[in-house]
């Protein structure tokens, strides 16, 4: 294991023993409720009887939704810890799902072996042509990959990453717009979707009692933001991708 990935291990090892991390950064997540409903509506539709692969499952909690959603689930992480944490609690669930410690640049599954293969927050951790090509060889010619991923144009967002460095590990690279054009090298089809703009001015206001109107407000201005003037999209928090049409895997 080189040495970018053992500091990842050895960061996600120490996360994934409590939720101390996630408490400190709540607060940001409480306006992302659109782009969570567009995650899961998209993988939703796809996951009944399907062989599902969740690519970073971290402690589960997103597998198990997988399986309740009616997918045969099979997930993967880095972090023996994660995989711990994400096996007892399928088991507590009564929910069969195969969790496997893997590194995600270098899966090990066959050729063509998913319908649908998802992840949050994953790449951005990763090698993206290592991690394109395997997710391209893995998944279906049918298949589709989806990704919701953080972005990393937006100054004031990156100013804030900058003065946590904790909560984060000095390899990661929140995407670029130019990430997604590389994906284009791996599949025929690259669907990209931003989220997050206006909306995160939400945030101080979670507590009172206007928030969910407000929430919708600013969520309809980014739509439109978005629609109406493209170059704003590179400063959104958030997008999700989807992948379809993978090249044809490389013959031995």
């Known amino acids: ?8 291990k050895a960061f996600h090892d120490v996360e994934y023993q ?9 607060k940001y997540y409480a306006v992302t409720g659109a782009r969570e409903r567009y995650f899961d509506g998209v993988i939703a539709a796809r996951c009944p ?15 198990l939704r997988l399986a309740g959603w009616g997918a045969k ?3 993967m992480d880095l972090s023996e810890t994660a995989i711990r944490r994400a096996q007892e609690a399928a088991t507590t669930a009564g929910l069969a799902i195969d969790f496997r410690t893997m590194d995600a640049e270098n899966l090990d599954f066959p050729d063509r072996s998913f319908d649908l293969i998802c992840g949050n927050g994953i790449l951005h951790h990763l090698d993206l042509r290592r991690s394109f090509a395997e997710l391209a060889r893995t998944l279906k010619p049918d298949g589709a990959a989806i990704f919701t991923e953080p972005l990393g144009h937006n100054p004031l967002i990156n100013l804030y990453r900058r003065m946590t460095p904790r909560l984060r590990t000095v390899d990661e690279h929140p995407l670029k717009l130019a990430d997604f054009e590389l994906a284009r090298q791996y599949f025929k089809s690259v669907d990209v979707r931003v989220f ?6 939400g945030v101080p206001f ?14 309809r201005f980014d739509a439109f933001l978005f629609h109406r003037v493209p170059f704003s999209q590179r400063y959104a928090w958030f997008a999700v ?12």
């Open 18 to 26: 409590d939720d101390a991390r996630w408490q400190r950064v709540d």
């Open 73 to 75: 689930v099979t997930a």
């Open 1 to 8: 294991m080189d040495d970018r990935k053992s500091r990842e």
């Open 241 to 252: 991708a989807i992948l379809r049409e993978p090249n044809a895997p490389a013959a031995p």
């Open 206 to 219: 979670r507590r009172f009692p206007f928030f969910p109107g407000l929430l919708r407000a600013l969520d």
């Open 49 to 63: 009887g399907r062989a599902v692969l969740e690519y970073g499952c971290g402690a589960g909690k997103y597998s």
């Open 196 to 201: 997050h703009l206006a909306s995160l001015a």
